[in-house]
């Protein structure tokens, strides 16, 4: 209280007021005077401090680290940060963005996305362990203040694998043209080394842990597969009974849930030289031929015969439904049947017929009035002519002239 002229008092602050501290302040003020006994009145004030952006916001944390498991959903939510703000109202209202940055030269928007209102974290895209393990960003966090107040964390995002790659085998190679083959001597005693499967997984920590078994052989008493170091080795003594070919087939299985596997064919010959080998492996490439050729020729005959088969029902099939169709309509058809004479065709007396015209040739020599060729002169020919403007009728003419006369004039009937 400080004292001013006319008996007035100022009430005077003694130290900063914060409103985060303490935002309201109950003040009672006594007035006594001196008299005997002392009298006094008092009065209570009542001060509510007013709010300004002096507090920037504050994160729950210095810094973030979350995991996601890769191949996850684009727009998943990752996880959530938040900051808070001692200000009131307005000034306490906090907004989330991402700071401008990049992740192996992308723009670190392309990989996540976060929501201004609540600060949740999505994933923009899926990740791939083999590509990208872990990432960093930074979250800035900014009030609703005039003028506004920022802070800044940093986010880890770490991508755990999964068991998504199989083992991939690096020797020995497989080639789609030519084969492989390993040589043990015939005198190769129990634990001989005849070679080594190696193959590697991209994914990690147990689901990189690879093992090796073997899955077929010619002879599954003569080799064996290392579990962890997928050696092969024979488990006895190679005899003269033993086949020169050898096949094995080792899996390649990984440690991961659910497990991946590979397989690999190893081929081994039984040989104590080179040339012996050289041929043994061409015999392989061979048999390898033989098998597909044989198999193409196989699957192009089922081809060929069944499309000739099934083309030959389709054409049986649509004859039957023809004929039958044509059968059908001519049993309901109330038309009455026309027969059909061939062209100059004509019906005499109803027991016989007109023959089709024929031009008669006689060749004869210079000295031909000697020969014994004669023509037969007819008293009298009847001619059957079809009147074209009658509906059928037949007109007789006689003639006296015999139509045999004229050798190359033919005997015409005519039908309109």
């Known amino acids: ?28 003020v006594t007035c006594s005077d001196e008299g005997v006994p002392s009298l ?10 007013s709010d300004v952006n002096d507090n920037a916001p504050v994160f729950e944390s210095s810094s973030y680290e979350d995991y996601i498991v890769e191949n996850n959903t684009p727009g998943l939510s990752i996880f959530t940060v938040r900051a808070r703000d001692a200000d009131w109202n307005q000034n306490a209202r906090v907004s989330y963005f991402l700071e401008d940055s ?19 974290i999505h994933a923009v895209r899926s990740f791939d362990y083999e590509q990208i393990k ?65 193959a590697v997984d991209v994914d990690s920590g147990q689901n990189a842990w690879l093992s090796y078994k073997l899955q077929k052989a010619t002879d599954r ?18 005899t003269d009974k033993d086949a020169v070919k050898q096949r094995l087939t080792v899996i390649v299985e990984d440690n991961g849930q659910p497990s991946r596997s590979a397989t690999v064919i ?5 040989a104590d030289s080179f040339p012996e080998v050289l041929s043994e492996f061409t015999d392989f490439t ?24 099934i083309t030959c029902l389709v054409v049986i099939i649509s004859v039957k439904i023809y004929r039958w169709r044509q059968s059908r309509i001519m049993l309901h058809s109330n038309l009455p049947v026309i027969p059909y004479y061939p062209p100059r065709y004509s019906d005499t007396l109803g027991t016989g017929t007109l023959q089709h015209v024929y031009n008669y040739e006689v060749c004869r020599t210079t000295d ?16 059957l002519i079809m009147d074209p403007s009658s509906t059928g009728t037949m007109q007789r003419i006689q003639s006296e002239k015999s139509i045999m006369d004229e050798p190359d004039s033919p005997l015409e009937v005519r039908k309109s």
């Open 266 to 270: 190893v081929n081994v010959v039984v």
């Open 368 to 383: 031909s009035r000697k020969s014994d060729c004669k023509f037969g002169r007819a008293g009298s020919q009847n001619v």
């Open 102 to 120: 990049s992740v192996n030269g992308v723009p670190v928007s392309s990989y996540v996305s976060i929501r201004a209102d609540s600060g949740v």
């Open 221 to 238: 008493a003569l080799f064996e597969v290392g579990l962890q170091n997928g050696e092969i080795r024979t488990i006895r003594q190679v």
């Open 40 to 49: 006094s009145s008092s009065v209570t004030l009542t001060l509510q401090i």
């Open 134 to 198: 872990d990432f960093h960003f930074r979250v800035k966090a900014q009030d609703g203040g005039s003028p506004p107040l920022i802070s800044n964390v940093t986010v880890k995002i770490v991508i755990q694998d999964q068991n998504d790659k199989p083992p991939q085998v690096l020797y020995p190679v497989q080639t789609g043209g030519s084969l492989v083959a390993e040589m043990v001597p015939r005198s190769a005693d129990v634990g001989y080394l005849v070679t080594k499967v190696v």
């Open 1 to 28: 209280m400080k004292s001013s002229n006319n008996d007035f008092y100022s009430l005077i602050t003694d130290s900063g007021l914060d409103r985060e501290t303490a935002s309201e302040y109950n003040i009672t």
């Open 286 to 309: 061979q048999d390898k031929e033989y098998n597909d050729n044989l198999t193409f020729y196989l699957v192009l005959a089922l081809a060929v015969v069944s499309f000739l088969f």
